[in-house]
């Protein structure tokens, strides 16, 4: 019987995961799961103005899945094998 639970219970989270991956708009809480950051962490980020978000009544808090999108792509770090390719690059140019 426990198994059964527990089949019921995966099932249950991945149709909410499917649910959330086709929102436009996310809540604090469906926003800090799509991230990977605790709910404290991007209140803070809201905070700071250091992440677009919404407030249509004024406290609760809405995030557009393309703005997240962008904020994932912010301070790209780079592979050695690029950063050396850039600078070979860049000496045949000069």
Do not use: W
């Not at 700071?48 to 978000?53: D, N, W």
């Amino acid at each position: 019987m426990e198994e059964i639970f527990r089949k019921l219970d995966k099932i249950e989270r991945m149709l909410q995961d499917q649910s959330l991956q086709k929102k436009e708009i996310l809540t604090l809480k469906e926003a800090a799961s799509y991230l990977g950051v605790s709910k404290s962490h991007l209140y803070k980020l809201t905070s700071a103005r250091a992440i677009p978000h919404y407030c249509p009544t004024g406290k609760i808090i809405r995030f557009k899945r393309s703005d997240l999108n962008q904020f994932l792509k912010l301070n790209k770090r780079v592979s050695l094998e690029q950063l050396e390719n850039e600078a070979i690059k860049h000496s045949i140019k000069h």
